[in-house]
């Protein structure tokens, strides 16, 4: 998170905001380890050390510091704000006296409670947009909310209007959303699994909404999609490779083979569910901030691709690889290896003299960068044979994710050349095919491309995308409720705001691919 201009503050107002954030890091009643370690590095602005060690004691002890009301420049106020917002959230729950103490703070910088209303909410959104996400039904309504508290006896939900007692209740749990590969229609739900409302009360400060706790009816199984979010360490990789112990606490291994070479060894990581704090940039790509609790952090975005130490055959998903004896490729080996092995063999022999830095779970920056470029060959050796443009639309996308995550990590290592470069290549991966291109498919690459467009100021180009998104369905022909109808809703959005916030949007403004880096 982006700390305010301290260097701009008053003695008075560096002491103010540091009681403040140790308020936030109290005000649950519990101090968690991540939020402790993120205080320590946040208090290091104040001037007084003897200042520093009374927070720290005050907050060992758990009491709320008291405040006063601050008169401060009012940019500076805003930023306190949504520091505050963000650390509000950092040990992903969000309690009721945090939200209290958040509204107290606010208001003795002089917010008034509308503004503030809407800071919390966009923090609490921000924080379920990592939670597990289900459909429940009963014979009046049907709709799609955030899984909390879930346990072997039920789970909580949040409604906007009351539910009546003991009634029954159908969820559908969602499928784990890939970007890359995204799943339709009932293909993206877990099996029904049988409930009843048990208890529910309203939600403080957060009037007509109610907080329900439903019960479980039925034995739990696989198919229902709930063991899953209760022991993700079960359900990560399964291959008949096995598991290997990791150093950090926050990843799981497993070994899987390569279909290319047959090497049975090949280290595939997963990161355990809502372990880490994520933050996306202006296109979407996730950088990771930090981790949640006690668990060892891992910027995941350098280790996820798995990489073949024999054939440089490269990858982040786990179908590309043989995981049980009964798997079967999912592509062409024969095809793939013709001229694959000279295709690579630059990428290869760099992997290769790195050893167990680059095949382990401690890539650094560069080791990073070259698992991509390994990942994005593999991709390109994957399309070159195949005709259908929507079958081809599929294996681009991952190579585009591939492209866009590598051009993440270049700006981080202030190469932005080459993550410019990487830019570039994705808008020419899709304008030759953009056209023949079908469904939600379509409406995702036509976003992105907006962006990209926006990014480069290059409004003309970006014009034509935002009027083929506006006529894409003008006849209202769309299915209410569809994947397809629910991506052009999503994505005609996002495109709607970046359209707005074009001014800021624009490589003449942005040091990296992030708002807060301004």
Request: hydrophobic content about 40%; some cysteine; overall charge neutral.
């Amino acid at each position: 998170m982006q700390l305010p201009n301290v260097e701009e503050m008053s003695s008075a107002e560096k002491k103010w905001f540091a009681h403040s954030i140790a308020g936030m890091v109290v005000a649950d009643g519990r101090t968690d380890q991540s939020e402790m370690n993120f205080l320590k590095e946040a208090i290091n602005f104040l001037d007084d050390k003897e200042e520093v060690s009374k927070i720290m004691n005050v907050i060992k002890e758990g009491k709320t510091p008291e405040m006063s009301s601050l008169e401060i420049d009012p940019k500076q106020a805003f930023l306190m704000l949504k520091y505050l917002a963000q650390l509000m959230v950092a040990d992903a729950n969000l309690a009721t006296k945090e939200i209290s103490f958040f509204l107290l703070a606010g208001r003795l910088l002089g917010f008034n409670n509308e503004i503030l209303t809407k800071f919390w909410k966009s923090a609490r959104a921000l924080l379920e947009k990592d939670l597990p996400q289900g459909i429940i039904e009963t014979p009046n309504l049907k709709a799609k909310v955030c899984l909390t508290k879930v346990d072997e006896t039920g789970f909580s939900f949040r409604m906007n209007k009351a539910m009546m007692p003991n009634v029954k209740i159908r969820l559908k749990v969602c499928k784990p959303f890939q970007a890359d590969h995204p799943l339709e229609g009932d293909d993206a739900y877990w099996d029904v699994v049988t409930c009843k409302m048990s208890k529910q009360y309203p939600v403080k400060f957060d009037e007509g909404r109610y907080m329900v706790r439903a019960t479980f009816e039925q034995k739990l199984a696989d198919f229902h999609g709930i063991l899953q979010i209760i022991h993700p360490e079960n359900y990560a990789v399964v291959s008949d490779g096995g598991f290997f112990k990791t150093n950090k606490n926050s990843l799981l291994g497993s070994y899987v083979g390569c279909y290319v070479c047959d090497n049975p060894r090949i280290k595939f990581f997963v990161l355990h569910s809502k372990s880490m704090i994520t933050e996306p940039n202006i296109f979407g790509v996730s950088s990771f901030i930090r981790s949640v609790g006690k668990l060892d952090f891992c910027d995941f975005n350098l280790i996820q691709v798995a990489s073949c130490s024999k054939c440089g055959f490269s990858s982040n998903d786990k179908e590309h690889f043989n995981r049980l004896k009964s798997d079967k490729s999912v592509f062409s080996v024969e095809e793939f290896s013709t001229g694959w092995e000279e295709k690579v063999s630059p990428f290869l022999k760099k992997a290769q003299a790195a050893a167990d830095k680059f095949y382990g779970e401690d890539r650094d920056m560069e080791l990073g960068i070259l698992s991509y470029d390994l990942a994005i060959a593999t991709f390109e050796q994957l399309a070159r044979f195949i005709s259908d443009d929507q079958k081809k639309g599929e294996v681009l996308r991952k190579q585009t994710s591939m492209l866009m995550i590598q051009a993440e990590l270049l700006m981080e290592s202030k190469v932005r050349d080459a993550a410019e470069a990487n830019l570039n290549k994705v808008v020419d991966l899709w304008v030759p095919i953009f056209e023949r291109l079908k469904g939600s498919l379509m409406i995702h690459v036509c976003l992105l491309l907006f962006q990209i467009k926006i990014y480069f100021n290059d409004l003309q180009s970006a014009a034509q995308y935002m009027k083929f998104m506006d006529n894409f369905d003008t006849e209202g022909k769309l299915e209410e409720g569809t994947e397809e109808y629910k991506e052009l809703k999503l994505s005609s959005a996002k495109l709607k705001a970046t359209f707005d916030d074009r001014g800021l949007l624009s490589k003449k403004i942005l040091k990296h691919f992030h708002l807060d880096d301004m």
